[in-house]
Structures are given as structure tokens and as C-alpha cells.
């Protein structure tokens, strides 16, 4: 039976799941997920699928690493039930997205080159005005205390939280890693760095790593744009309506 599934240019769930490195049980998810077209049916009940279901495969696997398993997966539905401009849309907003990533990275650079010890005297905030300006919520900068990220001092009389320039300034370098992807164990070292004038270097190769990522991120895309753009051009839409 497989030989003559493979004369007719039919594959098996398990001949397309090797040559993708995955298990049969994966290909039978991706094509219920919608990320495959509907495979055949032989007279006996088994799937099979063909090339077409190869290139869908491919191009799902290609659009992961650059647009996420989310998107990626959404991205598969939209062209399969013939709505290629959402699929269109979804990439043009992963696309903003990195974009907006880079715009965040070169502002933390620029922050970074910017240090410089602030005077204690200016720049004093209460947590609502703060968190206002950062777009978080006051539990944010409170987790964020206990973290170490920042130290606002008490005050004397009302005992609400006082946030000095430094503080200020280690909040905003603290936000832009977090929307970095960085965690808050991992950030808050780096600001005690900073904050105790013992060098930006460890910040600086973090910074590093981060550009790293995005540019293997933005080459995934384009990987993945190509392997869509394929699987596009074999006409699944029309091969479905056969």
C-alpha cells in the first residue's frame, strides 16, 4: 500500500512527518489546527496527503521562528480557508512589531550612552505619576521594589513612595529591557550596576545579544516569507476546490 501511495504521489502521515523531523501525531494536529489543508481519505479510512500538504507543512515550520507559533499558526489558517489578506495583515504586524522592537533597543542604547549620575534633589515622582509615565500599573513598580529594580525612599509624613531621579531613570532602563524580553532576575543586577556607577558593560552585552536576536528574527521572516510565498504559488485555494 505505501508503494502504491507513493507511485500515485501520495504520502503517508508518517512519510510526511520524517521528512519534517516530527511525529505522525503532529502532522495529525497541525492539519485539525488548519495549519494543513483536510487530508484524503483512501477507501479504508487512511489520510493521505501530497505535496501540497508538504509545502503547507514547510511553510509553518519556516514562518515559527520569526513570527512565533501563535501567529504562525493563524497565519496557516487565514491562507487555508482562502483569506489571504488576513494572513497578509497578520505578517505586516509581526513585521511592525519587530520594528517597533528595534525602535526599543536603539532607545535603550541611547539611554545607556546617556547615564549619568542624576542629582537626588530633581526629578522626584510619587508612584502614580510615575507608573502613568511608564504605561505600567503602581503593583508593577511595587514588584518591581522587591526585585531590587528600584529603591524609592518613604516619605517622612505620609509614608507614600518617592521616587528620585535615579529611581526614575532605572525604572524607564528597567522597562525598556522588560519589553526586551528580559526578566526582572535578570535585570535587576544590571541596575545595581548602573546604580552604583560600577559600569554598563554587562548591560552592554546584554544590548548586544538583544540586536543578535532581533536580526536572526528579522532573516526568519524572510525565510519564512519565501516558504509561504511558495506554498501561496502552488495554489492551495484552487487545489482545495478541485
Known amino acids: ?14 512519510d510526511l512527518a520524517r521528512s519534517h523531523g516530527l511525529s505522525t501525531q503532529a502532522v495529525r494536529n497541525y492539519e485539525a489546527a488548519g495549519i494543513l ?6 477507501p479504508h479510512g487512511y489520510r493521505t496527503y501530497t505535496s501540497l ?30 483569506a489571504t489578506e488576513d494572513a497578509l495583515r ?14 526599543t533597543l536603539e532607545a535603550v542604547e541611547a539611554a545607556v550612552g546617556d547615564l549619568e549620575p542624576l ?12 507608573s502613568r509615565r511608564l504605561g505600567v500599573r503602581p503593583a508593577t513598580l511595587r514588584k518591581w521594589e522587591r526585585a531590587g529594580v528600584v529603591q524609592p525612599r518613604r516619605d517622612r509624613q505620609t ?17 525598556q529591557l522588560r519589553r526586551g524580553g528580559y526578566l526582572l532576575e535578570q535585570i535587576a543586577p544590571l541596575i545595581a550596576q548602573v546604580r552604583s556607577a560600577g559600569g554598563v558593560a ?9 540586536r543578535a536576536r532581533l536580526s536572526a528574527r528579522s532573516r526568519a521572516m524572510l525565510s519564512g516569507a519565501a516558504a509561504l510565498d511558495a506554498y501561496l504559488a502552488a495554489g492551495p485555494c484552487r487545489a482545495r476546490a478541485r
Do not use: C, K
Not at 119 to 130: A, D, I, Y
Open 119 to 130: 542629582p537626588p534633589e530633581r526629578g522626584e515622582m510619587f508612584v502614580g505619576p510615575l
Open 159 to 175: 509614608g507614600y513612595r518617592v521616587y528620585s531621579a535615579a529611581d526614575v531613570r532605572d525604572a524607564l532602563l528597567a522597562h
Open 1 to 14: 500500500m505505501a508503494q502504491n501511495l507513493q507511485r500515485s504521489g501520495q504520502l503517508r502521515p508518517v
Open 37 to 42: 489543508p483536510a487530508a484524503e481519505r483512501t
Open 90 to 103: 497578520l505578517i505586516d504586524e509581526s513585521h511592525a512589531q519587530l520594528l517597533d522592537d528595534r525602535r
Open 53 to 82: 500538504h508538504a509545502q503547507a507543512l514547510h511553510a509553518f515550520l519556516a514562518l515559527v521562528p520569526g513570527h512565533g507559533h501563535q501567529t504562525a499558526t493563524s497565519i496557516m489558517q487565514a491562507v487555508n480557508r482562502d
Open 202 to 210: 554587562p548591560l552592554e552585552s546584554m544590548l548586544h545579544d538583544w
